[in-house]
């Protein structure tokens, strides 16, 4: 019924050839493994090979478009929420106050003008009550007519302007002295979809004050930190023109910032530092 030929018994493999083709296969998976899949998809490169080869460079790449891809997804769900959000005014009745600041004010002397009745006494005695401090006269009453005064005339009362007098403004002055004094200083120029990276040294537990700014547009931002094989994020921002605050060192390493501009045009980003580390180096 078929034509091919059975193959005999000493023309199959034997255990020990199977064994043997087994294990060169198994080693020829894991050298391809990390010589060419681990640096192309996951830009891992134990050997170098991968960075002889630019795999390495397209592993991490790929890396990089999968991270800011699922930020973008994150970020549009965090954009339709606040959408959706119904804002609700809260009235706080506890803390609304008004200051008011009186300059030359000048005190007026006003009289009572009420219309009063006068009242003939007859036969009054004249008794002392003592009511906080003030003597008072009280009198028995008997057979009053009560008689109708009319009120005196409205004084005119002329108020004098005096000259104000003008003080020196100290409020400038404390701006001034208030200007927080930078150490470090650097622009950074971003081409559409470059990206940027600083960092301070630091040890553990230092604190380092921050202000950047963008011109040209808003970029992404992520500040983090690493060191001694381990890392950290502190804060992302997408679209984001300026930011300012303190850093504290989670660790002893490198913390600092990570810029992107993913606008059209050329972004220039100001950062300025201070504070408690070694020095500010430029990683990328």
Avoid: C
């Avoid at 609304?96 to 007026?108: F, G, H, L, Q, Y």
């Avoid at 997408?238 to 989670?250: F, K, Q, S």
């Amino acid at each position: 019924m078929y034509n091919s030929d059975k193959p005999s018994r000493e023309e199959l493999p034997t255990t020990k050839q199977l064994v043997r083709s087994t294990i060169l296969a198994f080693v020829a998976a894991i050298i391809i493994l990390v010589t060419v899949i681990f640096p192309a998809e996951y830009g891992i490169d134990p050997t170098g090979i991968g960075k002889v080869t630019g795999l390495t460079e397209m592993g991490e790449i790929k890396e990089q478009l999968a991270q800011e891809a699922a930020e973008d997804k994150a970020a549009t769900k965090t954009a339709v929420i606040v959408e959706s959000a119904v804002p609700v005014a809260v009235e706080d009745n506890a803390t609304t106050k008004t200051a008011m600041i009186e300059e030359n004010a000048v005190p007026v002397a006003v009289e009572d003008t009420t219309t009063k009745t006068a009242v003939i006494v007859e036969n009054a005695v004249p008794v002392a009550d003592e009511d906080n401090a003030t003597t008072k006269t009280a009198m028995i009453v008997e057979n009053t007519v009560p008689v109708a005064v009319e009120a005196p005339p409205t004084p005119i009362i002329t108020i004098q302007q005096s000259e104000p007098v003008v003080h020196p403004a100290p409020l400038q002055e404390a701006k001034d002295q208030a200007k927080p004094v930078w150490r470090d200083t650097i622009l950074l120029s971003l081409e559409p979809g470059q990206g940027a990276e600083v960092k301070l040294v630091m040890q553990k537990g230092q604190t380092a004050t921050f202000e950047w700014k963008s011109k040209g547009g808003p970029v992404n931002y992520d500040t983090h930190g690493n060191g001694d094989g381990r890392s950290i994020s502190y804060e992302k921002g997408r679209g984001v023109p300026n930011d300012e605050g303190e850093l504290v060192a989670a660790f002893t390493g490198n913390h600092g910032w990570f810029f992107r501009n993913r606008n059209d045009q050329t972004v220039i980003v100001t950062l300025k530092t201070d504070g408690e580390y070694a020095r500010m180096k430029r990683m990328l």
